[in-house]
């Protein structure tokens, strides 16, 4: 990939394609093909195809994706499904057939068993059943995976599949019903904070691990993995470090500045036990984060407040 390579990001306005876009910008490539979902709907594969026909582009990173946390990806199981796949298999398919030189795929660290061995190896995909609560999301992004080294293996198609964990930073979803756990925390600290409230109540017992990637670093590994990594195998991204829900409240409370007491709705799943992952393999190709957990949910808050008004609606 050169400064002047024509490259698609696919999903530039979400989490992690707005982070990637960042990235690019910063590192001075300049010509980049961007579209919204008003421009181009992705699970439509028409649409799809007369772009890369069209556009041409040589470069890929497929950021787009139906996502959400826990309640979210258990209420809507037939619109994660449905949509995840469509919208990967036009793209992949369409890079192929337009001779796009490679492609990046994001998975999840959902992908993974449920009662996986941790830390999570990239080999224990497909080594048991998965986590009731996002099995169909993590059944589209395991389709994901498999149909990029299908056409690697029989095409000879360069794709390659990153499995992110849990991601956070600006831009995420502060919605308290579709929204992940961290967004979802700092929005209760704060808006408990502003009320004067004496207590917030968080999902689940508190007892479950969760491992937290700033999506600045994610950025750079996506950059870093598109330059040097062209194999078959998956590449999980991650610190490699997790902590309980209990502990990461503690760290936002502190964070917002609000002592406040904490109360458990147990009556809200915890999901999977734990999911931390092995990160040895980027590690051994040279890569590692930046962003400590404590600075980057600082930094988020930072951009919550500054958006406030927008990232509430
Ligand atoms: O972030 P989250 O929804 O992702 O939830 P998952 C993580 C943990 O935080 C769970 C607890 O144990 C939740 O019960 N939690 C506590 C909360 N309070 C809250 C809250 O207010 N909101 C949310 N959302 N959680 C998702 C998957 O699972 O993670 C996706 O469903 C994807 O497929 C994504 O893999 C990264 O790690 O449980």
Redesign the pocket.
Known sequence: MNKGSRIYLAGHMGLVGSAILRKLVAEGYGNLILRSIDEMDLTNQGEVESFFAREKPEYVFLAAAR????????SYPAE?IQQNLMIQSNVIHASYQNGVKKLLFLG???IYPKLAPQPLKEEYLLGGGL?P??EW??IAKIAGIKMAQAYRRQYGFNAISLMP???YGPGDNFD?DT????P??IR?FHEAKMARAPKVT???T?K?R?EFLHVDDLADAALFLMEKYDREEIINVGTGEDLT?AE?CGAIRQVVDYPCEISWDAG?????PR?VLDVSRLSALGWAPKIPLMAGIEQTYNWYRKHYSQAAA
């Open positions: 996502v959400g946390g826990i309640r979210a990806n258990n994660f999840s660290s959902c986590e609560t996002n999301y993590a964990t849990n991601l308290l929204s992940h756990v961290l979802a925390l209760k968080v999902w689940g508190g479950a969760r829900i990461l809200m799943p915890d999901g999977t999911k």
